[in-house]
C-alpha cells in the first residue's frame, strides 16, 4: 500500500541544500492545515514539504520532526501540521486556533478547510497568505470569481479531473454497461461538482446515472443500497470527503452484489475500489503549492497578483485484489494503461510510473539510467530497508535544486503572474455572463 507520511522520512533526507533566503531572525510561521482521513494529502504534503527542506525553511532533522511531532520551531520557519476532522464546527475551531498562532501563511489542502480558512480571514486587515492544494471547484466552492479574480490574499493549485477521458477506461472493462450509480455529499462543493460531471459524462455516452445525496458517513450504507436496488452495474464515485472517508463500506455492500466501485481517484484503490482513474498528480501538486510558498515567503511573489494554477491529467490504478473478490478479470488494456496495481494489499508501482515521477522532480534521463545502475547495487534495497520507489525519488531529489531546475521553478512563478488586462477580461467575462 501506499506509504505513510511518517515512513517517507527517508525521501525528505536527501535533500540538503540550504538555498532559503528567510531572515533566521525573525522565521516566517507556515500553517499546514489538510484532512485527517483523506487519502490522496499525504503525497500532496510530501512534495510541499520537499520544496520548503529545498528552499532552506527545514532542515533534514527539522523535517522529521515535522513528520513525527506536527509542529517544528526550526533556525529558518516555524511550521505546524494540523489535521482537520470533516465536521464543520471541528474545522472552524481548529481554524481560529491556527489564526491565534498568527502564521504568516497557510496551505490548505481540501475545499472544505480553504472555505473556512477564507471566511475567517476576509475580515482581516493583515490576513496570513492562503495557497491553497488539493482543490478541485475553487469557483464552484467561491473561493474566487477567476484564476485571477480573487482575494487578495489567496491562491493555490486547481486539480482538474477529465470524465470524458476516465469514463472510457471504466467501459473498457464493462463495455455493455448501461446503468451507473454515483454518491455525493449534498454539502460538499467538489462532491456535487464532481458527480455533476459523472451525470453529464455519462448521459453523453448514453449511460444511465442513478444518484444518491448523503449528509454524512452514517448515510453511506443506505444511499449504495438504495442505488444497488435500481440495479445499478457498477458505482461510479467523484472525489468527495465524505464518500472517501467511507469508502470501505460502499466497496463492501458493492462486493457482496458483485459491483465494481469505479474511483475518479487512483488512491482510492487502497481503500477497495476496482479502479481508479482520476488526478494522478499529487506530489507534483504539492510541488507546485510550495514554490508558491517558498516564492511569496522569499519575498519574490506577490500572492494578490498570483493566479490559480490549472492542472489537469489522469493516470490509471487497477486493484487485483479487488477483481478477484468480484471474480472480474481486468481487461488487457487496463492493465496496459495501469500505472501501478493492488495485488496482497500491496501497491506496485509500474517502470513508467517510476520514470515519470522521477522526471517531475526534474532528473534528466542520464541521471535516471545512473540512477537505475545504482539501484541494482544497493545494498538497503536488497535488505527490504527501503523500496525500490524510495530509493529512485530519493536520488530524484538529489537534483531537485539544481541550478537548472531552478530556473525552471522560477519560469512556472512567472507563468501565475496575472496582468491588469488579465484581471480585467475575466472580470467583464464574469460580468457578462451574470
Request: glycine share 8%; with cysteine.
Amino acid at each position: 500500500m501506499f506509504k505513510k507520511l511518517s515512513a517517507l522520512c527517508f525521501v525528505l533526507f536527501v535533500v540538503c541544500v540550504p538555498l532559503g533566503l528567510a531572515d533566521d531572525s525573525n522565521p516566517p510561521r507556515i500553517a499546514i492545515l489538510h484532512p485527517d482521513s483523506d487519502h490522496t494529502s499525504e503525497r500532496l504534503q510530501v512534495g510541499l514539504m520537499v520544496v520548503l527542506q529545498a528552499y532552506g525553511f527545514l532542515d533534514a532533522e527539522e523535517s522529521a520532526g515535522l513528520i513525527m511531532a506536527g509542529e517544528v520551531d526550526g533556525n529558518m520557519a516555524s511550521v505546524r501540521r494540523v489535521a482537520m476532522p470533516l465536521d464543520l464546527p471541528s474545522i472552524n475551531l481548529l481554524v481560529e486556533e491556527t489564526l491565534d498562532w498568527a502564521p504568516d501563511a497557510i496551505v490548505s489542502i481540501s475545499t472544505e478547510i480553504t472555505q473556512s480558512i477564507l471566511n475567517a480571514t476576509l475580515s482581516m486587515d493583515d490576513p496570513p497568505a492562503v495557497i491553497f492544494a488539493g482543490v478541485f471547484s475553487p469557483y464552484l466552492a467561491g473561493i474566487a470569481s477567476a484564476s485571477c479574480v480573487k482575494p487578495d490574499h489567496v491562491t493555490g493549485i486547481q486539480s482538474v479531473t477529465p470524465f470524458e477521458d476516465i469514463f472510457p477506461i471504466f467501459l473498457a472493462q464493462m463495455p455493455d454497461m448501461r446503468k451507473v450509480g454515483t454518491i455525493f455529499s449534498s454539502a460538499s462543493a467538489p462532491g456535487s461538482f464532481g458527480a455533476q460531471r459523472v451525470r453529464e459524462t455519462g448521459a453523453e455516452l448514453g449511460l444511465q446515472v442513478e444518484e444518491a445525496a448523503v449528509n454524512s458517513v452514517a448515510d453511506l450504507r443506505a444511499a449504495a443500497q438504495s442505488l444497488l436496488n435500481e440495479e445499478i452495474e457498477a458505482f461510479v464515485l467523484p472525489i468527495d470527503p465524505v464518500v472517501d472517508a467511507g469508502l470501505p463500506i460502499v466497496v463492501a455492500i458493492a462486493t457482496e452484489y458483485g459491483v465494481p466501485v469505479f474511483h475518479a481517484a487512483t488512491t482510492a484503490t487502497t481503500l477497495g475500489a476496482t479502479v481508479g482513474a482520476g488526478y494522478f498528480q499529487l506530489v507534483q501538486h504539492g510541488i507546485e503549492s510550495g514554490l508558491i510558498l517558498a516564492g511569496y515567503l522569499n519575498g519574490e511573489l506577490n500572492i494578490a497578483t498570483t493566479g490559480i494554477q490549472t492542472t489537469e491529467g489522469y493516470r490509471v490504478v487497477v486493484s487485483l485484489d479487488s477483481a478477484e473478490a468480484l471474480g472480474m478479470e481486468i481487461v488487457d488494456e487496463l492493465m496496459d494503461a495501469a500505472f501501478a496495481t493492488v495485488s496482497d494489499g500491496e501497491t506496485v508501482f509500474s517502470p513508467e510510473f517510476l520514470l515519470w515521477h522521477l522526471q517531475t522532480l526534474g532528473m534528466s534521463m542520464p541521471e535516471i539510467s545512473a540512477a537505475m545502475e545504482s539501484m541494482e547495487q544497493n545494498e538497503d534495497i536488497q535488505s527490504g530497508a527501503i523500496s525500490t520507489r524510495q530509493f529512485l525519488v530519493g536520488e530524484g531529489l538529489k537534483t531537485f535544486a539544481s541550478a537548472e531546475n531552478m530556473v525552471k521553478h522560477a519560469e512556472f512563478l512567472q507563468s501565475l503572474q496575472c496582468s491588469d488586462e488579465m484581471v480585467a477580461e475575466q472580470q467583464a467575462a464574469l460580468d457578462g455572463a451574470s
